[in-house]
């Protein structure tokens, strides 16, 4: 972590902590520019950090992810920065969570779906699945960038 002083300057700063801040950072870094990422937390990796409970710790997202153009697109931009990042496809089909289990998914019943893509996250049959979870996806990101990072009981006073 980084130590504030007044005299610093950057070229971009970053609020937030999660893998987008991350990879803008390093994209930003990659190009010449100084970087500091701002995140109002104690801990980095922002809606995706880890749940930490009773002296365990639980991955916050999903581990599949739909099988799309887009998702292997966000995959290669990974693969960048953490090289031994890797993915497999898998043909299962939609499944739900349940009651603390993986079911068949069957539908929404009587409820209305708000967005499309809620209704697609279950019905996409292909999935892809990460080597890595997303904490350590974070962790790998983090130990790429080379910026000042600040965190909740760094940051005081922005000039």
């Known amino acids: 972590m980084a130590t504030p002083t007044k005299s610093k300057k950057y070229d971009a ?16 870094q990659e ?3 100084s970087v500091a990422l701002v995140e109002k937390e104690e801990h980095v990796g922002g809606l995706c ?7 365990q710790t639980f991955d916050t997202h999903f581990a599949f992810w739909p099988h799309t153009d887009d998702a292997v697109k966000a995959i290669a931009g990974l693969q960048k920065w953490i090289s031994d990042l890797t993915f497999e496809v898998l043909d299962v089909g939609p499944l739900t969570f349940n009651n603390g289990q993986v079911q068949p998914f069957v539908g929404f019943g009587e ?3 708000p967005a499309i893509h809620e209704y697609s996250f279950f019905t996409q049959t ?9 904490a350590d ?5 983090r130990a790429q960038f080379l910026g000042d990072l600040y965190v909740q009981s760094e940051v005081t006073q922005m000039l």
Do not use: D, T, W
């Open 111 to 113: 409820h209305i779906v």
């Open 137 to 141: 996806i974070i962790e790998g990101l």
């Open 13 to 28: 700063l970053i609020v937030g902590s999660g893998p987008e801040a991350f990879l803008a950072g390093l994209n930003l």
């Open 49 to 55: 950090r880890p749940l930490r409970y009773k002296g």
């Open 31 to 33: 190009q010449g520019f």
């Open 126 to 134: 292909p999935q892809v699945v990460l080597s890595k979870s997303v």
